[in-house]
T-cell receptor, first 115, second 110 residues
Framework: EAGVAQSPRYKIIEKRQSVAFWCNPI?????LYWYQQILGQGPKLLIQFQNNGVVDDSQLPKDRFSAERLKGVDSTLKIQPAKLEDSAVYLCASSLEGNSGNTIYFGEGSWLTVV | GQNIDQPTEMTATEGAIVQINCTYQ??????LFWYQQHAGEAPTFLSYNVLDGLEEKGRFSSFLSRSKGYSYLLLKELQMKDSASYLCAPQGSTLGRLYFGRGTQLTVWP
């Protein structure tokens, strides 16, 4: 079974530029998550989708971050304009449903460096 | 709010046993996950506890006490490849959201 796919793997941009990350979840998984992991910290949830609807975006900095999941499968996360503190790994994850006990599977992440 | 506490670093030698503790306070609770994360890689699922007690899976075991807000991950017969960060992640009761601690960086020495 294919895992969660993400691209690009690495990205270096200057501050105030924009960047977009793409994610393809595990086939059949209704719930998709974007996490931000800053070096030395645990992952922090940015946004959670159930099919193509947003169920939790309370920690998404909406002035610069946006995400969409059209057709309930692939998702993109965009940052515009980027700040130095956005340097982090952006992890996409998916689960069958957003319910208790459903294991969340992570992609390998997209490493962002803002200079 | 959420408060998850686990040690930042631990070291051990090959063949030894190590216990990584985690205490948590979350708004709503429906179980606790442990993930392993090697440097530069994605977190991978290790264990899930929903009821009090010990869950054993090969060399790894995980314990949960819901009333105490406490869990631990027990790693036996340590191998060099077990050097990684171990993330404690209680699951909230709404939407299945996971809250992650900072992780415990375990280094296994020969």
């Amino acid at each position: 079974e294919a895992g969660v796919a993400q691209s690009p793997r690495y990205k270096i941009i200057e501050k105030r530029q924009s960047v977009a990350f793409w994610c393809n979840p595990i086939s059949g998984h209704a719930t998709l998550y974007w996490y931000q992991q800053i070096l030395g910290q645990g992952p922090k949830l940015l946004i959670q989708f159930q099919n193509n609807g947003v169920v939790d975006d309370s920690q998404l900095p909406k002035d610069r971050f946006s995400a969409e999941r059209l057709k309930g499968v692939d998702s993109t996360l965009k940052i515009q304009p980027a700040k130095l503190e956005d340097s982090a790994v952006y992890l996409c994850a998916s689960s069958l449903e957003g319910n208790s006990g459903n294991t969340i599977y992570f992609g390998e992440g997209s490493w962002l460096t803002v200079v | 709010g959420q408060n998850i506490d686990q040690p930042t670093e631990m070291t051990a030698t090959e063949g030894a046993i190590v216990q990584i503790n985690c205490t948590y306070q979350t708004s709503g609770f429906n179980g606790l996950f442990w993930y392993q994360q090697h440097a530069g890689e994605a977190p991978t699922f290790l264990s899930y506890n929903v009821l009090d007690g010990l869950e054993e899976k090969g060399r790894f075991s995980s314990f949960l006490s819901r009333s105490k807000g406490y869990s631990y991950l027990l790693l036996k017969e340590l191998q060099m490849k077990d050097s990684a960060s171990y993330l404690c992640a209680p699951q909230g009761s709404t939407l299945g959201r996971l809250y992650f601690g900072r992780g415990t960086q375990l280094t296994v020495w020969p």
